[in-house]
């Protein structure tokens, strides 16, 4: 029987977030091996285990690149079954509970069952000094967990895993890991991206010499997923999901890139194939991730309709979401708490609906920041959806306040949990949210002060892998503040300054026409409205920003 790692079947994952791998090989014609048919690309990791289970490890440790976790433990445990003193299957499973290197904040239950498994990993009889060498290097995410904080822990993984390349440069999986180890290692707060950059440089050549792996174009994705970069995640991108299109995350990975461009129809594409495939394999979360990717799309191309066909679609997903299934896909539980909130709090404020919005139901479940998605959807929209008669816009104004005092309060919950990054984000919506609030009780220049201020915070930071882009960019919500305020020039000027962030956003391009309209700059002016039609070219609603769009082309005409 093969030795078992205590509850690892058993313990929650309601916080287990998206897990990361390492992986170790020697590739061998890549195109030719049988493992292309297993839809989870080609890998090869040598190891000191019975060579009979070579496929099935392989297949395990493809399995955990493309994020594929439960599956991964799964074929780590057969593996186990027949060679109990594989320590190196332990090792991936250990970072399968780990998860997904940009997934924020680690679970207790994770990082104990992480600890379990590197604990199985030293029981098992010696492996050689390499494999010995990975186990270590795992090991430093779990050790002291409860003392040592999280970055100083991925700090130190990222320095054995550059050990293990030192004292084996021919080993391909651990150059691979090791980049990937760097990458997880950069703070959002550094437009410099030198981490990312430095990930790619090693990750780029490997792939052109290996072009069936499928961590290599997973992790070029990951580290290009930044807007002044993602162009140039363009080629792997278009390729991973036909490299392992058994692995739903494989599907969906790809959108990121084409999200940072605003290719929104490749968007849609893959992110609809992803949530059909994460369905068939019961893979709810991941499915509900697919959605939220794929509804932005739609709405940028004022597809309306498909978005709302999603936005009806999404009860039955969520009927069959289980937050505390033991490790699952690449999205963790979070992610669909996320998608289950956004979705609807998206379709409101994409389409400038702001009754729908400030209607929209708090969820009962969920963490801190995704709970705050709904509160910020309903105060902004509150405040722009004001009613005529004097005292409903004050009764809409005192909820819109409520729903801000929530957002404060999330906020500090996060901060008590030392979650920065989510403490921040909840943050800058709270300032968005009040900033509106203030400039629809006359408060302008105090209104427009913090309006700046929160969009100044935000692209000083970087958005979550788990969402497509912020719910309402802040700087383009200060461009229509400024537009509502009589200011062309400078709401122009924070359209055009979003929109290099945030490329190919309809409500970015479409206020860009509008400001340089207003700003009686005719040519601009007919430049953005030909770029907002051209994004809406295949629209299946009635916007009336459409409608604008034709009328001042056509009186130019």
């Known amino acids: 029987m093969a030795k078992r790692i205590p509850d690892l079947t058993t313990l929650s994952a309601v916080a287990i977030l998206c897990v990361t791998t390492p992986v170790r090989a020697q590739h061998e014609e890549h195109s030719a091996s049988p493992q292309a048919s297993s839809g989870f690309g080609v890998v090869s990791f040598e190891n000191s ?13 493809a399995q955990l690149h493309s994020f594929e976790f439960r599956p ?3 074929t ?28 924020g904040v680690r679970s207790t239950a994770a990082l104990e069952a992480g600890s379990a498994a590197v604990a199985a990993a030293r029981a098992a009889r010696t492996p050689d000094v390499r494999e010995r060498a990975y186990i270590e290097a795992v090991a430093a995410l779990f050790e002291d967990h409860d003392s040592v904080p999280q970055r100083d822990r991925i700090l130190a993984y990222a320095a054995r895993m550059a050990e293990v390349v030192r004292a084996n440069p ?17 703070l959002p707060s550094d437009k ?3 981490a990312q950059l430095e990930a790619a440089a090693i990750l780029e050549p490997l792939f052109e010499e290996y072009p069936d792996h499928p961590g290599l174009p997973h992790y070029i994705i990951h580290a290009y997923d930044h807007p002044p970069l993602a162009e140039r995640a363009l080629g792997a991108a278009r390729s991973y999901a036909l490299i392992a299109p058994s692995a739903p995350h494989a599907l969906h990975m790809p959108s990121h890139t084409f999200t940072r461009v605003g290719s929104w129809q490749e968007s849609v594409d893959t992110n609809r194939r992803s949530e ?18 794929q509804t932005y799309a739609h709405l940028q191309m004022a597809q309306d309709a498909a978005a709302y066909e999603v936005l009806t679609r999404l009860p039955a997903v969520e009927a069959r979401f289980d937050p505390t299934a033991v490790a699952g896909g690449a999205a963790p539980p979070m992610a669909g708490f996320y998608a289950l909130t956004s979705i609807p709090a998206r379709y409101a404020l994409e389409r400038g609906a702001w009754r729908e919005a400030a209607e929209l139901e708090v969820p009962a479940a969920g963490t801190p920041f995704t709970i705050a998605i709904a509160h910020f959807a309903r105060a902004l929209g509150a405040a722009r959806g004001l009613e005529r008669v004097p005292d409903a816009r004050g009764l809409q104004l005192d909820a819109a306040y409520v729903d ?3 957002l404060a309060e999330l906020r500090d919950e996060l901060r008590a949990a030392n979650d920065a990054y989510w403490a921040e984000q909840v943050d800058i919506q709270l300032r968005v949210a009040s900033a509106w609030v203030a400039f629809a009780r006359g408060r302008r220049d105090e209104a427009l002060v913090e309006m700046r201020a929160a969009a100044d915070a935000e692209d000083a930071t970087d958005k979550s892998a788990v969402t497509p882009g912020p719910l309402a960019p802040a700087r383009e919500l200060l461009g229509e503040m400024l537009l509502e305020a009589g200011d062309s020039a400078g709401a122009l000027a924070a359209f055009e300054s979003s929109m290099v962030r945030e490329p190919r956003r309809f409500r970015g391009s479409y206020g860009a026409a509008r400001a340089a309209e207003s700003a009686g700059d005719d ?19 009635d916007r009336a920003e459409i409608a604008r769009a034709r009328a001042f082309l056509d009186e130019g005409a």
Do not use: K
């Open 404 to 406: 801000i005092q929530r």
């Open 76 to 103: 780590f445990e057969r593996v186990l079954a027949t060679d109990d003193d594989c320590a190196i299957a332990y090792w991936g499973i250990a970072l399968a509970y780990w998860g997904n290197p940009f997934g």
């Open 276 to 293: 059909q495939t994460a369905l068939e394999q019961g893979s709810t979360t991941e499915a509900l991730h697919a959605m939220d990717y």
């Open 523 to 541: 040519a601009l002016a007919r430049r953005y409205y030909e770029r907002t039609l051209e994004i809406a070219g295949s629209a299946d609603s």
């Open 170 to 186: 021919g080993d391909i999986e651990a150059r691979i890991f090791h980049a990937l180890a760097i990458n997880q290692t950069a």
């Open 72 to 74: 991964a433990i799964e």
């Open 49 to 61: 285990c019975r060579r009979a289970l070579a496929a099935e490890f392989n297949l395990a440790v």
């Open 192 to 194: 410099t991206y030198s």
